[in-house]
């Protein structure tokens, strides 16, 4: 199989999820540290106004990706083409950010309106668009250096540069209250997505051409659509729920809950990091299917099953660093959040070996239970309290994760094959028959 000029040795899952790993806890790390000092500055309810509206950027901002984020791993152009899809993919992502960003803020009196003090000015207004803008084309030069095989370049952009870009910022603007804080993640973004444009431009040769001859995005536009509907429906809880929780139990509660979700995805970044390792390589060798789905459930089970047991026994210790209010308000949330991200750790790995098979449908269909069990629970169990919130979360993966898990053991998946690339079997691709996984 012929590779680009960034090739690595084909057997770099641990490699790779190693670097992917080391980005996700740099990021939660020094967002952890950012949230700390946050939390010392600012009031619990200026806390839980700034992070509705910085799930609401993050959000919008993947799903402004269109899928490509996935098309850009999966089927890369040519490398003749491959800026000329670079460039598509950069300036539709960033089109779609600005419009999602001005429509959700257009339509804050019907579901956010506490979160309407950012549009007192329209200062305030072009920042949040610009945020979305910001962190919806960074997130898609994470996926370039991933399908480049060079994550450690995300190490650097995501978790240094933006990380320390984000510390540098509240205390100067904690006269600011919540927009304050939105403004300090906000530059972390501008900062990562300048840092990384560059890194592409002198690592990988990228330039800007809008030429569109033979970026195949046409081709892959299926893939593309699949991918970003099953990413809307499974991030689609992770908007609402924060509106949820303003809504019924109030900015301090919903500031409660948000700091121990941020405490809870350093569990995530486990399993996110080792699916999109597992998706880099078996992109570029679909033989090694099977083999690799293996493997990486090994190294999830190994490493996620001890992580849980840590932060559930420390969540009163690691809550205590944000101040005893937190200690006292958040910390059954925390356990419950934490014993969740098992959930979560099984349903990404079924959702990413379901897209390398081409099962779009079921992903989508997974995805469609994660959004209504997770919203449906949280809405229901919310006047219960936060704890009865975060077991709605986990309820919503474990439900999505089960019928992935099937779906994957009980077909005939088939590996859905790169334009161009050499077929596997009658097939053109590596089959998964019922009991290959296991």
Request: overall charge positive; some cysteine.
């Amino acid at each position: 199989m012929t590779r680009g000029r960034h090739a690595r040795p084909p057997d770099q899952v641990y490699r790779s999820s190693f670097f992917l790993l080391a980005s996700s806890v740099t990021t939660a790390g020094l967002g952890f540290l950012f949230w700390v000092v946050v939390a010392r500055l600012y009031t619990p309810g200026e806390v839980g106004l700034a992070t509705s509206l910085i799930s609401a950027t993050s959000l919008l901002a993947y799903l402004s990706m269109f899928g490509l984020n996935s098309t850009l791993v999966r089927f890369p152009a040519p490398e003749e083409s491959r800026n000329g899809q670079l460039t598509q993919s950069i300036v539709l992502v960033g089109g779609v950010a600005f419009l999602a960003g001005v429509l959700y803020l257009l339509g804050l009196p019907l579901y956010g309106p506490k979160l309407l003090f950012v549009r007192d000015h329209l200062l305030g207004e072009a920042a949040f668009v610009l945020f979305c803008v910001c962190a919806a084309a960074n997130m898609l030069t994470d996926s370039v250096f991933i399908g480049a095989r060079l994550p450690q370049y995300n190490v650097l952009v995501d978790g240094l540069l933006q990380g320390i870009a984000k510390l540098a910022l509240p205390v100067g603007l904690a006269g600011f209250g919540a927009f304050g804080i939105l403004t300090s993640v906000g530059g972390g973004y501008a900062v990562a997505l300048v840092a990384s444009l560059l890194l592409m431009r002198s690592r990988l040769g990228f330039r800007f051409d809008f030429r569109t001859r033979g970026t195949r995005m046409r081709e892959n536009l299926g893939f593309s659509a699949a991918s970003y509907v099953s990413s809307l429906l499974n991030l689609l809880p992770l908007l609402v729920i924060p509106l949820i929780l303003l809504q019924r139990l109030g900015t301090a509660e919903a500031g409660y809950y948000y700091v121990a979700f941020q405490i809870a995805s350093l569990l995530h970044a486990v399993s996110a990091a080792v699916g999109e390792a597992v998706f880099a390589e078996v992109s570029s060798d679909e033989s090694r299917f099977g083999e690799l789905l293996r493997r990486s459930a090994v190294i999830l089970t190994a490493v996620q099953v001890p992580a849980v047991a840590v932060v559930a026994l420390g969540s009163g210790l690691l809550l205590r660093i944000f101040g005893g209010a937190y200690e006292s308000r958040a910390q059954g949330v925390l356990v419950v959040l934490a014993v969740g991200a098992l959930a979560v750790a099984l349903n990404t790995w079924a959702s990413f070996a379901l897209k390398l098979a081409g099962q779009m449908t079921h992903l989508i269909l997974s995805n469609v239970l994660v959004a209504v069990v997770a919203i449906g629970l949280a809405a229901v169990w919310a006047p219960r309290g936060l704890v009865w919130v975060g077991w709605a979360w986990g309820v919503g993966n474990l439900v999505s994760g089960v019928y992935a898990a099937i779906a994957l053991l009980g077909g005939r998946a088939v590996v859905a094959r790169r334009p161009g690339a050499p077929q596997l079997g009658r097939a053109g691709a590596s089959p998964v028959r019922p009991g290959s996984l296991s």
